[in-house]
């Protein structure tokens, strides 16, 4: 029984134009995303399997496949639901307040220069990789990073919690090899609630770590 399964995108295929064209959101996620999908779980039949006949020749090469897989379904995960076709603009809740403007104010010193930073950190990634803004539990504040393929680099326990994809396929068939002209569409179509209810999740989760026993 598969452990992993695809989730279903919380929009149609045309929803993200024309900053992400439909066809390439459809190939994106009912391929790619499909493929790591399917590569966990094989692995896990995989490790299973090794697990059973007590053969262990092979166990690098599962795990990083393991953490290749899973890492990528992860971040996939998170990256269709950072995004909405009515998105855009700053990350203030209905209000106009918003815990996570505050805090990028805070450890960024603007939006403006959070915005920078990120954009600037997704689109140089060198060959596959991602932008990625997360929560780090141990000093709580927000960190910006670079992961490496998927599973790469990634700062010890940080909770991604908006992700911008940097891989080839995420966007060649429309920007070709201008990923810079990609990043900076992307802004127009972040989700800053599902950003914002990220944060929250992620310093409680964090909180909670933190005082258990």
């Not at 002209?181 to 929250?200: G, H, L, P, S, T």
């Amino acid at each position: 029984m598969a452990i992993y399964t695809l989730p279903e995108l919380p929009y149609d295929y045309s929803a993200l134009a024309p900053v992400i064209s439909g066809e390439i959101i459809e190939l994106h996620h009912d391929k790619h995303h499909a493929a790591y999908v399917k590569g966990a779980n094989d692995t896990l039949d995989q490790l299973e399997e090794a697990r059973a006949k007590d053969q262990w020749g092979s166990i690098n090469g599962l795990e990083k496949n393991l953490a290749f897989h899973l890492s990528g379904h992860i971040l996939h995960s998170i990256y269709w639901q950072n995004m909405t076709g009515d998105g855009g603009g700053e990350p203030l809740e209905k209000d106009g307040t918003g815990e996570l403007a505050d805090a990028i104010a805070e450890h960024f010193g603007s939006f403006e220069r959070f915005k920078a930073q990120l954009s600037k950190a997704s689109a140089t990634t060198q060959g596959s990789g991602w932008g990625v803004l997360a929560y780090e539990p141990l000093s709580g504040r927000l960190i910006v990073e670079q992961v490496y393929d998927h599973q790469g680099n990634v700062g010890q326990g940080s909770i991604p919690i908006l992700v911008f994809d940097a891989w080839e396929h995420a966007f060649y068939l429309q920007y070709r090899n201008q990923k810079v002209d990609f990043v900076e569409a992307m802004w127009r179509v972040v989700n800053w609630q599902d950003v914002n209810d990220r944060y929250k999740r992620a310093k409680e989760k964090a909180t909670g770590l933190l005082l258990a026993p």
